[in-house]
Every structure is written in C-alpha cells, then in structure tokens.
C-alpha cells in the first residue's frame, strides 16, 4: 500500500515535470519556426538593456584553433614544455581553476595534433576534474565525451573534432548560465600557455613561420583585455590578470618593427628573434603563475 | 521499486529544471547553436559562435562584431536567423564600420522567410572580418523605462575552421 501511494506522488510528479518541460519546448519550437513572425517574443525595457550589455562585440578563437595555427606553421612536438599533471584539487579558487582549465586545455589540443595520445588523456581528465569543480562537468557526461574519446585514439582528425564539440557544449553551457567569464579567464589560461608553447619550440628550432604566428596571436590580446575587462566585476583576481596581460601588450608594441607596422596590411609582422626572445620571457613569466597558482 | 521511482523522478525533474534554465525566453540558444551544426560537417570544425541580441527601438541601430582571422586558414560562417525579427541585415565586411573604403564580402537577411540558415566559407585571407547587424526601427516601440511589451529576438553565428 505504501509503495502504492509512493508510486502515484512519483507518477503526478514525473508527468508534471514533463508538462513543464513540454511546455518550455514548445516555445522553443515557436521561436525556431520558418516564420519570421513566430520567431518573436516580447520583452521590457530593462531586459532591452541586458541584452545589450549580453551581447559581445568580439570573438575569441578556441585553443584548438590556435594550436591548429601553430601546428600548421611547423610547430613539432617537444616533450617537457607542457604544463605538469596535476590533480583538479590543487586549485583553490574558481579563478584559479578557470585559467587553468584553458592552460590544459592547451596542452590537450597540442598533444592531440601531435599524436601524443597517452598524454592527451590525462590532460582530457584534468580538463573534466577542473569542469566538475567549477560547476559543468555534465558538460562531458551529456555526451559520453571520455569514453568516444577512448575510443577514437587511433584518428588525430577525430579526437580534434572531439575537442571541437566539447568546446562548443561548453560555450553553450557558460552562454546559458550566464558565466561567460569563465569561458574568458580559461581562454586567457588557453592564450598564454599556447604562446608559451610557441616560444619554447621556436628558440630551440628557430621555425620562420612559428615567428610570424606568435606575432599575428597578439592581435587576440586586445580583444582577450577588453572581454576581460567587460566582466571584471564577477572575479577580483581579473583586474590583476588584465595588468599582466597588458604589460605583455606594451612589450610587444614597444618593437620597431611593430611601430612601424601599417595596420592596413594583411600580412603579420615578422618579429626579430631577439623580440620573440623578449616576448617569450614576457609570457614566460606569467604562464609560471598561472601554473603555480 | 522505490529507488527505481526516485530516480526517475529525480531525473525528471532535472530534465524540466535545465528546460527551463535558459539564458533568455526569446532565445534558445542551444537550439540555435546546435542547428548549425548540420553545416559545419568535415573538414570544418567547431571554432566559436557569437549571440547578438536584438531589441527594436523606435531608430535603426548597428551592432558590429569582430572575428579575428589567420593567415593561411579558411573559416565557414555559419548566420542563423531564425529567432532575428525581420528586416535585419547581416553584413560581411574586411574592415570596420570606421573605414569608408571597406568591402563588403557577404550578406544575408533575416526577413526572407524560406530561408533562414546562411553559410559563407572564406576564400581570401583577411586578418579580421567584422559582422554588421543593421536592425531596423520599430517606430511604435514605446519609450525607455515604461514596462510596455518590446520586439527582442537573437542572432546566432557560429563559426567553423578547417
């Protein structure tokens, strides 16, 4: 009789979830119809004025992108510049954990297009241990990512596509829970550890096209500031990070070679080694923060 | 039984919890999103995607955004409209809204309703593309700081790298 009773408040309970889920699809189908008119909903004047201030003006690359960039510049493989295994519990604030969430996130995409598949698993599961702490670890769950990722070890070209999708499940999540900073301060984690990644293969291999690549990733570096400092509110460590960041940014323009640089043309600047050594120590600096921390 | 029970309706309600958790009524964004993915097959992969939210007011606005580009890549842009209002154009352009002599690369808009999907594949390097929302006035829309009911609606971009 019990069970009984317990089964029906279950029952009532499942069915009403689902008209309430229902309910909420069917609008999402309206919105999403052929119609143009059906597309629209109605709203205030103060939800107006979110809106416009949720609506971003720049967009970032993934780490994948960039990694992808520098592979295809000549960018090889060079153990013992990655950042250390180290487990999701070492971080403690969610600052902490997004910037580093974006710097293995880094590592992870620079092991995957150069075929360093053992490693790339474990950087996989830092990723997901740093996912779960700040909140969308479901993120990977929803779509059986570890497991798929296991099973396509043997295709770079599908492990990247992989990655690719997980990137975009999580942009969707962060986009939805309004914590699009987090996606920033990990892309800042992401940004710094790939031009670290550049600097150190270059200064042992002197690669011409790595050069030109380091220099054209420091056209981000205005747009990651200004992000950054649209969302300064929701964390106090971003306004220190935005000083750090900018500080790179004045080395940089202080070369001649980008003085003198007709922002018009649709060629990188080519940087002298000495300037990439400079810019290098620059990042250097910060990614052992970062990584300290 | 009984832990059967809970757990679906424990799953359940989670399920109708994250429905209803989106980031604006007038804009499912993961629909939006994930309907692009149809477009972006092989070679293309997932690079970025952008959200412009649109609020008509009573004189025509421009909302710009800015995509920074590789050289040596090609890029797919993929504009879904379906939750645009009408009469929103989206243009394509090499340099921004500050430059006279800049060239228009792509456009679409949002008022043709047989179409709402568009897609762009770059063929030229440029190291910076910048999208131009032109959104037109509702010139019935009422004044700022009254409650009454406003037209809204959302733009979705999705981008894909070979």
Redesign the interface.
Known sequence: MRINYFNSITCISAVASLILLSCHGNNSNSKNGANGADTLTKATAQVANQADQDSETYLLPSPLQIASIFKNSGLTYLPGITAPFKDAAAFNSQFDRALNMGVYSADLSYCILNKQTDDAVKYLNIVKSLSDKLGFGSVFESNSFLKRFQSNMNSTDSLASLIAELQMETDTYLENNKEKYIGVIAFAGAWVESMSTGNAVYEKQKTAGVSSRISEQMNILEGLVKLLTKYQSADNNIAGLIAQLKDIKTTYESFDEVKSYNPDSEQPISLTPDHVSQLGKSIQALRSKFIAS | ??KH??F??LF??M??IS???????????????D?C?DYLD?PY???????????L?RKPQM??????M????TYRLIFNT?????GVEIHVYNKDADHDNRKELFSCN??D??K?MFMWDTDH????LYVDYVIPANHDA?P??????????CGVL??G?K
Do not use: R, W
């Open positions: 039984m009984k029970n809970l679906v309706l359940v309600s399920l109708a429905a209803i958790g989106q980031s604006y009524e007038y804009c499912d964004t993961k629909t939006l999103k309907s993915k092989k992969k997932y690079d970025a995607a952008n959200i412009i939210l649109v609020t007011g909302k710009e955004v800015e995509l920074p590789f050289m040596g890549e379906y939750a645009l209002p009408p949002s008022s309703a047989s709402k390097f440029h190291s910076k009422p700022a700081g009254t409650d009454a009911p406003l037209i809204q609606g999705v981008i790298f």
